[in-house]
């Protein structure tokens, strides 16, 4: 990463802080950590499921078990 984008992303970080309550930032972490450590099958079996029963992305990220 280029000291321009490390500086750009920076700048993202502190906007993104700055408007959005702490508890939807650590729900966005960990539904990204939930989805992060999914191998392609899981994602792409949660994928599937998300298209043909229409549920919510996010409700069904939070269903899936806590990584660790």
Known sequence: MT?????KRNA???R????LPIEVLALGYIRYEKLRLLNRQQYAKLNRRNRTTYERFDDLIDQLEEPG
Do not use: A, D, L
């Not at 000291?3 to 500086?7: A, F, G, N, R, T």
């Open 12 to 14: 993202e970080i502190h």
């Open 3 to 7: 000291p321009e984008q490390k500086e």
């Open 16 to 19: 993104v802080v700055s408007v």
